[in-house]
């Protein structure tokens, strides 16, 4: 059973950073497409950021210049890099793993952040 566990959330102040982690049971990301999503209150989930195949990625609008995606396959851990954030950013983010030429995907159980003007 694929395990996907996030770390790194909490509370920080607006314009602060934060790194979110994501680590797979097992060599997960090797043989998917892995990414972070968002949820805010009320809110439906969103993409945030994430690999599209290889090294190529996709960010939100909102997030672009600010966020960035990495990855070590050799830890099966994927990042998020959260610089300059924002109230607006506050929500659970969940890290995600879809499996490629499959419709198989896994999901984290989420991490909280929030941002305080």
């Known amino acids: 059973q694929v395990q996907l566990v996030e770390s790194g959330g909490g509370l920080v102040q607006a314009g602060g950073s934060l790194r979110l982690s994501c680590a797979a049971s097992g060599s997960i990301f090797s043989i998917s497409v892995p990414g972070w999503y968002r949820q805010a209150p009320g809110k439906q989930r969103e993409l945030v950021a994430a690999?599209?195949?290889?090294?190529?990625?996709n960010y939100a609008d909102s997030v672009k210049g600010r966020f960035t995606i990495s990855r070590d396959n050799a830890k099966n851990t994927v990042y998020l890099q959260m610089n300059n954030l924002k109230p607006e950013d506050t929500a659970v983010y969940y890290c995600?793993?879809?499996?490629?030429?499959?419709?198989?995907?896994?999901w984290g159980q989420g991490t909280q952040v929030t941002v305080s003007s």
């Open positions: 690999f599209i195949s290889g090294a190529s990625t």
């Open positions: 995600n793993a879809r499996v490629v030429s499959t419709t198989l995907t896994y």
